[in-house]
T-cell receptor
Framework: DVKVTQSSRYLVKRTGEKVFLECVQDMDHENMFWYRQDPGLGLRLIYFSYDVKMKEKGDIPEGYSVSREKKERFSLILESASTNQTSMYLC????????????????FGPGTRLTVL | KQEVTQIPAALSVPEGENLVLNCSFTDSAIYNLQWFRQDPGKGLTSLLLIQSSQREQTSGRLNASLDKSSGRSTLYIAASQPGDSATYLCAVPSETSYDKVIFGPGTSLSVIP
């Protein structure tokens, strides 16, 4: 079974702190994603990575950066956390085009509930 | 631009009832469609992935159908149980990037014992 893990289930940080959220997948997937989920706004894509060191902005990249130094690991960085970044953060991965005919089947981690005070 | 909607937004049923959740999408040129379940405060769990060449996909008490021409998919849950209470989301590939998906807003299901 595909396993996607996230470094923390709950995190409380102060405004202005630098925050690192880490995600690891064990299925050799090409693509990894970071989403945030807020009530009434659904799932919104922050960043997408299609290969090591390759990234693409999603719908709401402002205030975030990402790092993918190894294929299995994708980190989301909040350079200076703000209260409006309080949210549920979800990491996902999929095999990518050509992996199988279920190339874009998404597998999610358990989520990190981040509170910024 | 691909848009995904789900109706109803919330549904409450008595235990044992069969029910149908709906998912609609605007661009019918999709490769597949995925259904997820999300429990409160948790990540999404993949339930079913139905390919465009299939019309149905079944897993236990769940059956998903796909009608590309009408831009619709349904998730049928047989003999509902309180443990089925969760939010159910559908997702289709983005029309601009095959590797990304577009999610619907979800249907919140409550099964009353």
């Amino acid at each position: 079974d595909v396993k996607v893990t996230q470094s923390s289930r709950y995190l409380v940080k102060r405004t202005g702190e630098k925050v690192f959220l880490e995600c690891v997948q064990d299925m050799d997937h090409e693509n990894m994603f970071w989403y945030r989920q807020d009530p009434g706004l659904g799932l919104r894509l922050i960043y997408f990575s299609y290969d090591v060191k390759m990234k693409e902005k999603g719908d709401i990249p402002e205030g975030y950066s990402v790092s993918r130094e190894k294929k299995e690991r994708f980190s989301l960085i909040l350079e200076s956390a703000s209260t409006n970044q309080t949210s549920m953060y979800l990491c996902a991965s999929n095999g990518g085009t050509g992996h199988t005919n279920s190339y874009n089947e998404q597998f999610f981690g358990p989520g990190t509930r981040l509170t910024v005070l | 631009k691909q848009e995904v909607t789900q109706i109803p937004a919330a549904l409450s049923v008595p235990e044992g009832e069969n029910l149908v959740l709906n998912c609609s999408f605007t661009d019918s040129a999709i490769y597949n469609l995925q259904w997820f379940r999300q429990d409160p405060g948790k990540g999404l769990t993949s339930l079913l992935l139905i390919q465009s060449s299939q019309r149905e996909q079944t897993s236990g008490r769940l059956n998903a159908s796909l009608d590309k021409s009408s831009g619709r998919s349904t998730l049928y849950i047989a003999a509902s149980q309180p443990g089925d209470s969760a939010t159910y989301l559908c997702a289709v590939p983005s029309e601009t990037s095959y590797d990304k998906v577009i999610f619907g807003p979800g249907t919140s299901l409550s099964v009353i014992p």
